[in-house]
Nanobody, 122 residues
Framework: QVQLVESGGGLVQAGGSLRLSCAAS????????MGWFRQAPGKEREFVAA????????AYADSVKGRFTVSRDNAKNTVYLQMSSLKPDDTAVYYC???????????????WGQGTQVTVSS
């Protein structure tokens, strides 16, 4: 079973950038589509972005489109989320997840990381 570990979160001012990484333990990483989700305090977990196995197809939530970019390096078993023009509303715990296909629903992903906190100050 693939295990996922996120890193790269932190505190950043509005308008700033962060890059999150999600490292996978399994050499079968390239078999999985990967998704990024986030959960703010008191809110449900929501879809942010996803990328297919080869990295050729991506999907984004409307709220992050044009500001966030998802990418992957299968040689390094790692998926990235480059976040730019950050807003206070982007404050949340960010999770990466592994699934079979690029999907926007939580139920489509069967393995999850522990999350990394992103805080955007105004």
């Amino acid at each position: 079973q693939v295990q996922l570990v996120e890193s790269g979160g932190g505190l950043v001012q509005a308008g700033g950038s962060l890059r999150l990484s999600c490292a996978a333990s399994s050499r079968t990483f390239s078999f999985y589509a990967m998704g990024w989700f986030r959960q703010a305090p008191g809110k449900e977990r929501e879809f942010v972005a996803a990328i297919d196995r080869s990295g050729s197809n991506t999907a984004y939530a409307d709220s992050v489109k044009g500001r966030f970019t998802v990418s992957r390096d299968n040689a390094k078993n790692t998926v990235y989320l480059q976040m730019s023009s950050l807003k206070p509303d982007d404050t949340a715990v960010y999770y990466c997840a592994a699934g079979a296909l690029v999907q926007t629903t939580i139920e489509a992903y069967h393995r999850w990381g522990q999350g990394t906190q992103v805080t955007v100050s105004s």
